[in-house]
């Protein structure tokens, strides 16, 4: 039998994992607080271009797998002191905003936590505070769910690629030593098959989460389809 030095090291368990960060988190941001398991609710504030700030109340729902990279939690504002209706990107009923933050391929939850999350909603607030003073949203334009986040993932690919990006309707993808259909010269292989293949991966995804959330709550897909306040 090996000596306690050959032992292998085990995995920290999933809950436990979630349980440390939502620890670190809490610590760290006094405002915010643990509403229900896993669901954490607390405020945004988000700088006035007169003065003073904008506060948001976000409640946070972490998926099971939290902090691993492809579990992307779910925020919603429940509050806010704006003083004009949250018409940007994604709606519930009863005026309250799904926010959208690029897919989990941009946050490593595992290295940036908690902390990345609110910074990346944070960047999204602040482009609606922008929009309420200057009347146009600075960042880019999507439909809504989930189209919107289909075409978030399309805009990664260079525009002779884009056919490629659902793996529904597009079932084959350029061969390794072919041609790389972007222009470059090089081959697909060395080139832009490495993202191909991650847009496909997120399309995939993209497609059960919202199978499942469907299931679920199909009043809530359907209201966010359409793009209800």
């Known amino acids: 039998m090996p000596g306690d030095g050959h032992r292998e090291l085990q995995a920290e368990p999933v809950g436990s994992r979630r349980k440390r960060e939502i ?4 610590a760290r941001e006094p405002d915010w ?19 003073g700030h904008y506060t948001f ?26 003083g004009a209706a949250l018409t940007v990107d994604d709606h519930v009923p009863g005026g309250k905003l799904c926010l959208q ?13 908690l902390p990345e999350l609110i910074t990346q909603v944070a960047i999204h607030l602040w482009r609606v505070v922008l929009r309420k003073h200057g009347g146009t949203y ?7 769910f989930p189209d919107g986040l289909y075409e978030d993932q399309r805009d990664r690919l260079h525009p002779a690629l884009q056919r490629y990006a659902d793996p529904a309707i597009q079932r084959e993808i350029p061969a390794h030593r072919t041609a790389c259909p972007c222009g ?45 306040k």
């Open 33 to 51: 607080i643990e509403a229900e398991p896993d669901v954490l609710t607390g405020p945004a504030r988000i700088p006035r271009p007169s003065g």
């Open 184 to 228: 470059t010269g090089r081959r697909f292989a060395d080139c832009c098959e490495v993202v191909v293949r991650s847009v496909r991966h997120e399309f995939r995804a993209i497609r059960r989460r919202v199978r499942d959330l469907n299931r679920m709550h199909p009043h809530l897909t359907q209201a966010l389809m359409r793009g209800e």
């Open 57 to 82: 109340q976000l409640r946070v729902e972490l998926p099971f797998h939290f902090p691993s990279k492809s579990s992307d939690p779910t925020v919603t504002v429940v509050g806010h002191d704006l």
């Open 138 to 144: 600075p960042g880019p334009a999507r439909s809504h």
């Open 101 to 113: 933050v690029r897919n989990s391929g941009d946050i490593d939850y595992a290295e940036g936590g």
């Open 23 to 26: 620890s670190a988190f809490l």
